[in-house]
């Protein structure tokens, strides 16, 4: 499993998604003016990010249920 590309391609996006999730909630948890201007940003960032994730896992999953 851990010499197949798109099982490491699915797990370094899913870390990208925590890596921007984390950022996201310090910023939060700061708050001040840049929370106020780049709150909405960083949460697009984390949907895409996290559309592109589940894309990647969903379609490991297929790839192996086939054989």
């Known amino acids: 499993m851990l010499n197949d590309p798109l099982f490491i391609t699915a797990a370094i996006a ?3 998604v ?5 950022f996201g909630i310090g910023s939060f948890a700061k708050g001040g003016e ?11 960032w984390r ?7 589940v894309v990647l896992i969903v379609t490991y999953a297929w790839l192996r249920s086939r054989g």
């Open 14 to 16: 899913s870390l990208i």
């Open 18 to 22: 925590l890596a921007i999730l984390m």
């Open 34 to 44: 840049f929370n106020k201007r780049n709150a909405n940003k960083i949460m697009r």
């Open 47 to 53: 949907l895409g990010a996290q559309f592109v994730a």
